[in-house]
Protein backbone atom coordinates (compact mmCIF):
# COMPACT_ATOMS: atom_id res chain seq x y z
CA UNK A 1 0.00 0.00 0.00
CA UNK A 2 1.46 2.83 -1.70
CA UNK A 3 1.33 6.58 -2.45
CA UNK A 4 -2.35 7.00 -1.24
CA UNK A 5 -3.70 9.85 -3.00
CA UNK A 6 -7.22 10.93 -5.39
CA UNK A 7 -7.96 10.24 -8.16
CA UNK A 8 -10.70 13.13 -9.69
CA UNK A 9 -12.75 13.56 -13.15
CA UNK A 10 -13.49 16.90 -14.18
CA UNK A 11 -15.66 18.06 -16.79
CA UNK A 12 -15.01 21.20 -19.17
CA UNK A 13 -17.31 21.33 -22.27
CA UNK A 14 -16.66 18.15 -24.11
CA UNK A 15 -13.44 17.56 -22.77
CA UNK A 16 -12.66 15.22 -19.29
CA UNK A 17 -9.15 16.04 -17.43
CA UNK A 18 -7.94 12.79 -15.80
CA UNK A 19 -5.75 14.05 -12.91
CA UNK A 20 -4.26 12.74 -9.67
CA UNK A 21 -3.94 14.66 -6.07
CA UNK A 22 -3.05 14.24 -2.32
CA UNK A 23 -5.05 17.43 -1.16
CA UNK A 24 -8.01 16.60 -3.68
CA UNK A 25 -9.96 19.65 -2.13
CA UNK A 26 -7.33 21.87 -2.94
CA UNK A 27 -6.85 21.08 -6.48
CA UNK A 28 -10.42 21.05 -7.23
CA UNK A 29 -10.52 24.55 -6.04
CA UNK A 30 -7.75 25.53 -8.26
CA UNK A 31 -9.08 24.42 -10.79
CA UNK A 32 -12.24 25.92 -10.41
CA UNK A 33 -10.62 29.25 -10.90
CA UNK A 34 -9.04 28.87 -14.64
CA UNK A 35 -12.42 26.27 -14.99
CA UNK A 36 -15.07 28.16 -13.68
CA UNK A 37 -17.29 25.80 -15.87
CA UNK A 38 -16.36 22.97 -14.82
CA UNK A 39 -18.21 20.27 -13.60
CA UNK A 40 -16.60 17.39 -11.01
CA UNK A 41 -17.31 14.08 -12.48
CA UNK A 42 -15.72 12.15 -8.92
CA UNK A 43 -12.91 12.20 -6.77
CA UNK A 44 -11.96 8.80 -5.66
CA UNK A 45 -9.62 7.28 -3.08
CA UNK A 46 -6.57 4.73 -4.47
CA UNK A 47 -3.32 2.98 -3.86
CA UNK A 48 -0.87 3.66 -6.16
CA UNK A 49 -2.54 6.75 -7.59
CA UNK A 50 0.61 7.39 -9.71
CA UNK A 51 0.29 4.12 -11.58
CA UNK A 52 -3.59 4.41 -11.22
CA UNK A 53 -3.48 7.77 -13.53
CA UNK A 54 -0.94 6.57 -16.15
CA UNK A 55 -3.01 3.74 -16.84
CA UNK A 56 -6.07 5.62 -17.21
CA UNK A 57 -4.20 7.83 -19.95
CA UNK A 58 -2.97 4.99 -21.49
CA UNK A 59 -6.12 3.33 -21.76
CA UNK A 60 -8.06 6.08 -23.06
CA UNK A 61 -5.07 7.11 -25.29
CA UNK A 62 -7.51 7.64 -28.42
CA UNK A 63 -9.14 10.02 -27.09
CA UNK A 64 -6.16 12.02 -25.48
CA UNK A 65 -5.93 15.49 -26.27
CA UNK A 66 -3.38 17.79 -24.67
CA UNK A 67 -1.51 16.68 -21.07
CA UNK A 68 -4.31 15.26 -18.92
CA UNK A 69 -7.14 16.20 -20.91
CA UNK A 70 -9.17 14.01 -23.13
CA UNK A 71 -11.81 14.61 -25.32
CA UNK A 72 -14.36 11.88 -26.97
CA UNK A 73 -16.40 14.06 -29.97
CA UNK A 74 -19.38 12.39 -29.20
CA UNK A 75 -17.88 8.88 -28.94
CA UNK A 76 -20.26 7.11 -26.32
CA UNK A 77 -17.86 5.91 -24.60
CA UNK A 78 -17.57 8.50 -22.63
CA UNK A 79 -20.69 7.91 -20.61
CA UNK A 80 -19.58 4.48 -19.84
CA UNK A 81 -15.86 5.83 -18.84
CA UNK A 82 -18.06 8.57 -16.76
CA UNK A 83 -20.59 6.12 -15.23
CA UNK A 84 -17.73 3.22 -14.42
CA UNK A 85 -15.28 6.04 -12.43
CA UNK A 86 -18.73 7.56 -10.71
CA UNK A 87 -19.33 3.69 -9.14
CA UNK A 88 -16.08 4.17 -7.55
CA UNK A 89 -16.63 4.48 -3.58
CA UNK A 90 -15.96 8.42 -2.39
CA UNK A 91 -15.49 7.19 1.08
CA UNK A 92 -11.42 7.06 1.74
CA UNK A 93 -12.47 3.90 3.98
CA UNK A 94 -12.78 2.17 0.98
CA UNK A 95 -9.71 2.73 -0.71
CA UNK A 96 -8.51 -1.05 -0.42
CA UNK A 97 -11.56 -1.73 -2.47
CA UNK A 98 -11.26 0.94 -4.78
CA UNK A 99 -7.70 0.00 -5.74
CA UNK A 100 -8.56 -4.18 -6.52
CA UNK A 101 -11.90 -3.17 -8.32
CA UNK A 102 -9.93 -0.53 -10.52
CA UNK A 103 -7.96 -3.68 -11.81
CA UNK A 104 -11.00 -5.34 -12.80
CA UNK A 105 -12.27 -2.33 -14.91
CA UNK A 106 -8.87 -2.03 -16.45
CA UNK A 107 -9.12 -5.13 -18.44
CA UNK A 108 -11.22 -2.99 -20.34
CA UNK A 109 -7.56 -1.59 -21.68
CA UNK A 110 -5.83 -4.35 -22.36
CA UNK A 111 -5.40 -3.92 -26.09
CA UNK A 112 -4.04 -0.47 -25.55
CA UNK A 113 -1.61 -1.37 -22.95
CA UNK A 114 -0.44 -4.44 -25.52
CA UNK A 115 -0.31 -1.91 -28.65
CA UNK A 116 1.66 0.73 -26.51
CA UNK A 117 4.04 -2.11 -25.68
CA UNK A 118 4.41 -3.40 -29.32
CA UNK A 119 5.18 -0.15 -30.56
CA UNK A 120 7.91 0.38 -27.64
CA UNK A 121 6.76 4.14 -26.89
CA UNK A 122 6.48 6.46 -23.83
CA UNK A 123 3.15 7.27 -23.01
CA UNK A 124 3.41 10.39 -24.62
CA UNK A 125 4.75 9.19 -28.20
CA UNK A 126 1.74 6.77 -27.87
CA UNK A 127 -0.94 9.46 -27.21
CA UNK A 128 0.38 11.17 -29.82
CA UNK A 129 0.71 8.01 -32.24
CA UNK A 130 -2.99 7.12 -31.69
CA UNK A 131 -5.28 9.79 -30.41
CA UNK A 132 -8.02 11.12 -32.99
CA UNK A 133 -8.62 13.88 -31.18
CA UNK A 134 -5.30 15.24 -30.07
CA UNK A 135 -4.49 18.79 -29.61
CA UNK A 136 -3.21 20.83 -32.82
CA UNK A 137 0.03 22.93 -32.49
Given at each position: RTDAGFIYVIQDNSRLKIGKSTSPRTRIQQA?????EMVLIGVKPFWNTGNVEKWLHEGLAQWWFDKEWF?????PYQASFIDNF?????KESDR?????NFLHWMNEFTESFAERSNRVQNLRQ???AVSD???LD
Open positions: STWLPKFDGDRAFSDDENSIFQRTKK
